[in-house]
Structures are given as structure tokens and as C-alpha cells.
């Protein structure tokens, strides 16, 4: 009996680490979106293209500091930002978003193909894969279910793209003076916090295999 059930346990631990599902519940992506998107591209990265797509080269892991996938979702969900008005905002009227979100029990949605510009971090968004993991305030720290599923995806993008770096959002300006970092105006920055180092080494240690490159120091 005893060896019966150890096997079925087994068996099921190996179902959940190589096989997530990822659920797809698309934001609203419409012609103003694209065009946005594709002016984004043009203005910050001096990138002319007939499509909004990217070349993934890195994925950046956040966290919402939103507590319900709900409302999180809800702020990615509108293709403007909530206080822009056509021709006052300076640096672009694209809305926020990230290609991933990651429920509080590890449930892992897909909002944009992974080859569309999401809107997610500065001077990189041409390369790089979001990932937004639902919470990150200290009633809500990331749990050990999240974890596992942003291990999961980025073993997955991996697998799937020419990723050369995985990064926590508040290693981004690292990037400034890299090949990869196109943002044209230097005064726009944001001071960032998420996910924090101690969820990024997690990842990091757990996808060593694929030797990622570390993060540029700055000169
Ligand atoms: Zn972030």
C-alpha cells in the first residue's frame, strides 16, 4: 500500500513541475493600443516598425503591489493611461501592462502574446518579457506557489527564446549604457523596488542551468 502511494505522489509532483498550465484572459488590445505601441517604439527607442512585436531577449519580474488579480488585471485592462489626455502627457499615453500575470496560489495568465510590446519597463520594453506576480506589499509578500510558477515561465521562455538575462525590476537601470538600453531620454526614470533580490536569486538559482549572463555593472 505504502509504495503505491508513494508512486502516485511522485507521479504527481513530476505532473506539476514540468507541465502549468497557462490560462490566456487577453486585455483589451485595440487599434489605439497598437498605435500607441508602435509610437512608443518609435519615440523612446527610436524603433520604426510596421507591427508592435519584440525580440525577447530578457524577461523582468515585478510584483502588482495590487492585492487581486482582479484589480490588477483591471489596470492592465484600458489601453490609456487612467489620467492621459491626447497631447498633454509628455512620455507616451501607452498604459501599463506585462505579458504574465501570476495569481497569489501560482495560477499563471498569459494577457499579451510574448512577442508584443507590453509596457513595463523603461528603456527595455523592446526585448524584454514582463512578469507581474498579483501582491508584493507586507500584508501580501509573494508566495512560495508564485515562486514556483515564475520559475516555471521563465524555464519556459527560455526553452522558447533567445533569452540572455533575468532581472528583478529594480535591477533595470543597470542597463543604462548596455547595447540593450534605448530609452532616448535620460531624465525619464523610475525609482523601482519590485519583486525584491532575495525572489529574483530564487529564480536565478533555480534556472542556473541556462546560464544566464549577470546583470551589467554601471560604469
Ligand atoms: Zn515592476
New binding site residues.
Partial sequence: MKKISLLVFALALGACSTQKEIVDIPIIFDTQRILLTKEYLLNRYGLDQNTPEITPKMV?L??TATPSLKKSFEVFNRSTLPIWRPNIESASGLNVSSHFLVDRDGTIYRLIPETTMAR??IGLNHCAIGI?NVGGTEETPLTKQQLKSNIYLVKYLASKYDIDYVIG?QEYTSFEGHPLWLEVDDGYRTE?T??GMDFVEKVRKATKKFNFKPVPTKQ
Wanted: hydrophobic residues 20%; aromatic residues 10%.
Fill in positions: 523582468v515585478h510584483w513595463h519597463t507581474e525590476h523601482k519590485d519583486p
